[in-house]
């Protein structure tokens, strides 16, 4: 059975830095290309982050970029995404899950390549 689990959310205040954590289980994280996925209540769930499994490349959106990290421990089974320099605009659940048509992270990342979504984590900015 595969799991995805999200955790290291929190409250903080702007400025502030947070990591997150997505422990998968029940597959071989290497196979596959992993993203990070936030949403707000009555908006739409928006792609933040995603690492590639066939090489190294990443992607990242254009409000995060220079401030979030994405990395990946393959050998346990976890990948991490370092946010700093956190606003208020990046309250939000945060979710992780697997793309299982594609390895590589190839521009925005679709959503309905994505399966196994985990039950996310809070972040919560303000001051």
């Known amino acids: 059975q595969v799991q995805f689990v999200e955790s290291g959310g929190g409250s903080v205040q702007p400025g502030d830095s947070l990591s997150l954590s997505c422990a998968a289980s029940?597959?071989?994280?290497?196979?596959?290309?992993i993203g990070w996925f936030r949403q707000v209540p009555g908006r739409e769930r928006e792609a933040v982050s995603c690492?590639?499994?066939?090489?190294?490349?990443?992607y990242y959106a254009d409000s995060m970029k220079g401030r979030f990290t994405i990395s990946r421990d393959n050998a346990k089974s976890t990948v991490y995404l370092r946010m700093n320099s956190l606003k208020s605009e990046d309250t939000a659940i945060y979710y992780c899950a697997a793309n299982l048509m594609r390895r590589r992270c190839a521009g925005i990342p679709i959503k309905h390549e994505f399966a196994y979504w985990g039950q996310g984590t809070q972040v919560t900015v303000s001051s």
């Open positions: 690492s590639s499994a066939s090489d190294s490349s990443t």
């Open positions: 029940g597959l071989t994280l290497r196979d596959y290309a």
